[in-house]
């Protein structure tokens, strides 16, 4: 069934809890995949209190008009909407990511019964669930096969819990919900749900390329404002795939570099321009400002080359930055979908304190693409 008119506006929750999907609109421009994606919609609302898509939230409501407006989503000086990670603390990195997937049209959507059942897991104890580990990516999976389908860290489960329970029962409506309300002789019919026309075929959708880490094949500091320039060693351990080892700033005495600098960076080369979806990069403290750059040359890592380097990649920012992260990961997805990538640069601004001063340590940095 297609309903056609999933927003905040039309999940409709009673005292006691009960979550039904209210005033069907389709006109046969609407499919399945267009409900499951407006779930992503749903769900970023829910987490920021902001709609991710340009055209109006509500009928006859536009951005910033009438009561039932919603708030547009902060977005990039290129359209792009920012991570919900990135308007509000403490959103778990599965919601997060599952939340942009949803929402990225360059990657195909899962049936319905697939995203429910992947919620459903959230609602759980951990320990009686083995896809849940520590860390991980989320991974859409239509059976428990023998290969676990990770749903990373469990931090922030009460949120996830709520969110889950609302959207597992909402994608339950999308099948049943109308169709009962439409039998019910002492209930309203609800708006005819348009069925595919046994004379056009549905459009089949175009597979996307699958989303996976990318090989780093080179990877240094960068450090435009030192003379001594003797914090360049240990970068490869950023890309070693173990966050316990990696690459640490030295210690100063003020969160700015001790005022004697702009701040410093990590520059990798993806070998050749990629899609690049996602940065995601592991500190080993909460407290740190960052920012992710973009750029298109490889000058020589010397101080004149740092200051080049610098200089022509903050011309091209890559989503918002962080301030002052309550986190320990930071995730940039900010990429242009119709836009490749080769050099990218994460660079810090402001470190966090610790019992010495100030410092930060670089433990990882992974880059999904394809």
């Not at 004379?199 to 996976?212: G, I, L, Q």
């Amino acid at each position: 069934m297609v309903h056609g008119n999933v927003h905040p506006g039309t999940v409709m929750i009673s005292d006691e809890g009960r979550v039904v999907l209210a005033d069907a609109r389709t006109d046969g421009a609407d499919s399945q995949e267009n409900d499951v994606r407006a779930i992503g919609g749903i769900l970023y609302f829910a987490l920021t209190g902001h709609w991710p898509h340009t055209e109006a939230p509500l009928h006859g409501a536009t951005a910033g008009h009438g009561r039932a407006a919603i708030p547009d989503a902060v977005r990039d000086a290129s359209g792009a909407i920012a991570a919900p990670r990135q308007v509000r603390a403490g959103v778990p990195a599965y919601l997060d990511d599952l939340t942009m997937d949803l929402l990225d049209a360059g990657i195909a959507p899962p049936p319905s019964d697939v995203l429910s059942a992947e919620l459903a897991r959230l609602d759980i104890p951990v320990e009686d669930e083995p896809y849940l580990e520590p860390t991980g990516p989320l991974r859409f999976a239509a059976d428990n096969g023998d290969e676990p389908s990770p749903l990373a860290s469990v931090g922030g489960r009460k949120v996830a819990i709520g969110i889950a329970g609302l959207l597992a029962v909402a994608l339950v409506g999308l099948l049943i919900g109308i169709s009962i309300l439409g039998n019910d002789d002492e209930t309203p019919q609800a708006e005819p749900v348009a069925r595919p026309s046994s004379s056009a075929p549905a459009a089949e959708a175009t597979p996307a390329a699958a989303v996976r880490k990318l090989s780093v094949t080179e990877v240094r500091i960068v450090d435009p404002d030192s003379k001594l320039r003797d914090e360049l060693g240990g970068a490869e351990k950023v890309i070693d795939g173990d966050e316990d080892e990696g690459w640490d700033t030295d210690t100063y005495t003020q969160s700015n570099f001790g005022n004697r600098k702009r701040g410093m960076g990590v520059w990798i080369d993806l070998g050749e321009e990629r899609t690049v979806k996602s940065v995601q990069v592991s500190l080993s403290a909460t407290g740190a400002s960052a920012q992710l750059y973009a750029g298109t040359t490889d000058p020589p890592p010397t101080s004149s080359g740092d200051k080049e380097l610098f200089d022509s990649y903050k011309r091209n920012p890559i989503g918002q930055p962080f301030e002052q992260h309550d986190g320990t990961t930071m995730t940039f997805n900010g990429f242009d979908a119709d836009s490749k990538y080769r050099y990218l640069l994460f660079w810090i601004t402001d470190l966090p304190s610790n019992d010495r001063g100030y410092q930060v340590g670089v433990q990882e940095v992974t880059v999904q693409g394809s």
